[in-house]
């Protein structure tokens, strides 16, 4: 049992995590991107830190845009660990919920700090992908 396993145990609700954490992509540089995926119910769950900007959307959008037929279609992206995003990485992000839209899917926003919430707000992202403020609240959204 991992240490996350057990500390969803002690909450009042239950989640089952159905895959482990899998890094994509981890740089010890502080700054730069790493990217891991999970599954909690159904919903995959890609957690971002680091900077999100042109040298990283690839990163960024191969993990967003897995060509895999088994990837669920509704993902919740935690960027409580971004510090800064551009440009590019709006662009991943309308890619993004364009797939997930066209497979009948979803895409939500989670744990976004203020610096980055700023951004998604001035450019109308937060009218077009969901923003929530925690991956529990952006999971159990209806």
């Known amino acids: 049992m991992t240490r996350q396993t057990r500390g969803r145990r002690k909450r009042r609700h239950t989640t089952a995590v159905e895959e482990t954490v899998t890094p994509i992509q981890s740089v010890d540089q502080p ?17 971002v830190r680091g900077e999100i900007d042109h040298t990283v959307k690839d990163v960024l959008s191969e993990a967003l845009l897995s060509p895999d037929s ?3 279609p509704r993902t919740v992206v935690d960027l409580s660990g971004v510090t800064f995003m551009d440009s590019s990485g709006i662009s991943v992000f309308i890619s993004a919920y ?45």
């Open 31 to 47: 700054g730069q991107l790493s990217v891991e995926h999970s599954a909690i119910d159904g919903i995959r769950v890609v957690t």
């Open 70 to 72: 088994a990837t669920p």
């Open 98 to 142: 364009q797939a997930r839209s066209d497979a009948q899917g979803w895409l939500r926003i989670a744990g976004a700090q203020e610096s980055v919430l700023r951004i998604l707000q001035i450019v109308g992202m937060d009218t077009l992908i969901s923003c929530h403020p925690t991956v529990q609240q952006a999971l159990h959204t209806t």
